[in-house]
């Protein structure tokens, strides 16, 4: 990725594909450090676009931040798109209430060998049972759920 515009015009190639409150916070997040995408609906259809977004984005600008908090249909097969394509520079993961189970909790666990910069996800109100929780509480990331 060259630039910023390459951005802007990955966007407008996709404008279709995504909502429109989607493409307007890729949009609004593109000189910025972080890419928060909060109760938009996404849903792990959305996901391919978005996290190809990422990966351009952080090709320009190390992204330390990035949150799907409150989109409840990510569930366990979008965490896990949102895992295995995660840039290595993100410190901070906002999963909050995205329908994630034991399964996905699994995998980010199984995930966190790739990603030894990342020291916080937040991910309460998922659906996790009580062993996973403390499972998930004896990690060395600092795991909020």
Request: proline fraction near 1%.
């Amino acid at each position: 990725m060259k630039s910023t515009q390459d951005l802007t015009r990955f966007l407008e190639l996709n404008q279709n594909s995504l909502s429109t409150n989607i493409i307007v916070r890729l949009k609004e997040s593109i000189n910025s450090g972080s890419l928060h995408l909060r109760s938009l609906n996404i849903n792990s259809d959305d996901l391919d676009l978005i996290m190809e977004f990422l990966k351009m984005k952080s090709s320009l600008l190390a992204v330390a931040s990035f949150s799907l908090s409150y989109n409840t249909e990510l569930g366990d097969f979008g965490i896990e798109k949102v895992m295995r394509n995660l840039p290595k520079t993100i410190r901070e993961l906002g999963i909050v209430n995205c329908g994630i189970t034991d399964i996905g909790a699994q995998i980010i666990l199984d995930e966190l060998i790739n990603h030894p910069d990342l020291s916080l996800i937040c991910m309460e109100q998922n659906e996790l049972t009580d062993s996973m929780r403390i499972t998930v509480n004896n990690r060395h990331v600092t795991i909020i759920v």
